[in-house]
């Protein structure tokens, strides 16, 4: 299964929590909103989609003591991060080398987060992992989609990538990680738009679907399943 994310990632995965900060506009208050909307649910058993180098992970264990977490990477080079990161919480949490896209769940989940991490999927095949999302939650349970969105107006977005260029050149970012990231976005990356999210939960069979977060070309929707 192809997957040109993975050259982009795996290079990336020594500095990576720095580089996404000086990417991503209010990176923390982002993280902070998913972290707090997954805590909040006190959840058993957590299922993330994409956990990079394992912070978010790790901080979720760290607050939710009895919880069990699965973390699925595709990157190898993140994957050996994670496992790292995670390695204190081996009684209670796993790190799975997989596309997501050909993950199986054993059973049914609490919570699902992901974040930035599904616009490097095709739209049709997001829609189908939207869909196998929502099975893989227990009646009512929780997924929150942290994503890099698309603007319908070509002057928004034009004007929004030359705002986040300047970002992160002023926060201190490599050139050559900035023109990378940047090609990658206009070549490689699958942004939806904020309707296009809530058009894909919908279909996929979520009973609710919000945007509780948003600045800038990012988002965080809290998505939930019928009880």
Known sequence: MSNPSRAFYDPLSRDYESFIRQ??????????????????????????????????????LRSLPSTRLTAVEDSSEMKDRAEQALAEYADRARVVHSDIRAYALDGIVDAVFASLVLHNVRPGERQVLVER??????????????????????????????????????????????????????????????EEVLDAAKS????????????????????????
């Open 23 to 60: 990417l991503v506009p209010r990176y923390e208050e982002l993280s902070e909103t998913v972290l707090s909307l997954v805590s909040d649910e006190e959840p058993m058993s957590v299922l993330e989609i994409g956990t990079g180098t394992g912070a978010a992970a790790v901080s979720l």
């Open 133 to 194: 999302i929502a099975s893989w939650l227990r009646p009512g349970g929780l997924f929150v989609w942290a994503e890099f969105l698309r603007f319908e107006d070509p002057v928004v977005q034009a004007a929004v990538e030359v705002a986040r260029q300047e970002f992160a050149r002023a926060s201190g970012c490599p050139e050559d990680v900035v023109a990378w990231n940047f090609k990658k976005e206009a070549e490689d990356d699958f942004p939806p738009t904020v």
């Open 204 to 227: 996929a069979g979520f009973a609710s679907a919000d945007l509780v977060w948003a600045h800038d070309a990012f988002g965080v929707f809290s998505l939930r399943t019928s009880r």
